[in-house]
């Protein structure tokens, strides 16, 4: 049986001491890069990307010394309105000079609190909705299984 949070923690602990290097999203999903942007090949095709990306596409919210910064919802509704949250988000945590990962603990139901520099905090809250995906963390360009929390579980994918 997997332990979920020691298993999370564990994967998520290489984030602590890194920038924050990207933010964007995808629709409704949210997804970070951490550590120095590199290039690589994927496919045929040149990218750039951090060392580490988290992909969020269930309830998350940012905070800043207490306060509400952004959530999911920001990312609904009109394209216009996602893209300035994620400028917006982009500005904050990237281009306002460097936030480094501070702290990364996860829970039993595969929630995570991400702690930065500077009073952030990103609180990722699993749907728990079967045969969904909650979050991933990989490393892009590299062919290592990807940690995906499944339904507030770990999946069995993330040991392929």
């Known amino acids: 049986m997997i332990d979920t ?3 999370i923690a564990g994967r998520l602990a290489v984030l602590v001491g890194l920038d924050v290097s990207w933010v964007s ?3 409704d999903m949210v997804t970070m890069q951490f550590g120095p942007q ?3 090949t994927l496919r045929g095709k040149s990218r750039e990307d951090g060392a580490w990306a988290l992909h969020v596409q269930c309830a998350w919210e940012l905070e800043r010394e207490g306060f509400t ?3 999911r919802e920001d990312l609904r509704g009109s394209d216009e309105k996602a893209h300035a949250t994620a400028r917006r988000l982009h500005q904050m945590l990237v281009e306002q000079g460097p936030i480094k990962v501070e702290d990364a603990s996860a829970n039993l139901a595969g929630g995570i609190v991400v702690s930065f520099s500077r009073g952030y905090r990103l609180v990722v809250v699993p749907d728990g909705v079967e045969d969904d995906e909650d ?3 990989f490393a892009p360009g ?3 299984a990807h ?3 499944e339904a507030g579980a770990v999946a069995p994918e993330s040991f392929d």
């Open 25 to 27: 999203h995808a629709g």
């Open 142 to 144: 590299n062919d290592a």
């Open 147 to 149: 940690l995906v929390i």
């Open 135 to 137: 979050w991933r963390f």
């Open 5 to 7: 949070r020691t298993e």
């Open 38 to 40: 590199r290039r690589y």
């Open 69 to 71: 910064v952004a959530t």
